[in-house]
């Protein structure tokens, strides 16, 4: 995605050969002209799929899923990384592994907000080591809904996760694929695979 690719250019702070860091346009800072067409083109490409539900984490999740959501016409449902007061039981949960954290946390959806008949479409912010993304299918599988598929803001291509779902079988487009992060600078992949 064009639009994505030049903003990373432009506002993209390469912290280490492993990390950028994008906090004024998605990560702290949200750039609402940018998500919207982020929705767009998330929505454009699963048009088919017969999405009833987007599933996300929050926090950094929810801005894109909320965009896709707006112009597929369904509800966002974000998973919770902490337990909340009015969320206690009646839930799927998922433990997710942070490689960067080296800690384990448990991410939680309320069952009443899943169904056998909803086909699912994950979002997520960023794809690197691909736990969250594991973590987030796992849960809405518990529902026995069915999952179509995950739209991914930026992708490090460099990192395992989007290989591993992909042999998996599951569909993950990614609007923005970095290839390296080396030097200093961004390079990104020829074309976002599927
Ligand atoms: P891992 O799979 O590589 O181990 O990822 P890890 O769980 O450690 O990721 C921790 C957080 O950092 C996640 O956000 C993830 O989206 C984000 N992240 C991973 N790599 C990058 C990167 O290169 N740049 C940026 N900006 N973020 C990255 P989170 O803690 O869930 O936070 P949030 O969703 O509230 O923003
Ligand atoms: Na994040
Ligand atoms: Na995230």
Known sequence: MKMLKEKIQKEGIVLSDTVLKVDTFLNHQIDPQLMQEIGKEFAARFKDAGITKIVTIESSGIAPALMTGLILDVPVIFARKRKSLTLSDNLLTATVYSFTKQESNDISVSKDMLHEEDVVLLIDDFLANGQALKGLNDLVKQSG?????????????FQTGGKEIRANGLRVESLAIVESLVNGGVVFAEESVN
């Not at 809904?145 to 291509?157: D, F, H, P, R, S």
């Open 145 to 157: 809904a069915q999952v179509a598929g995950a739209g991914i803001v930026i992708e490090k291509g």
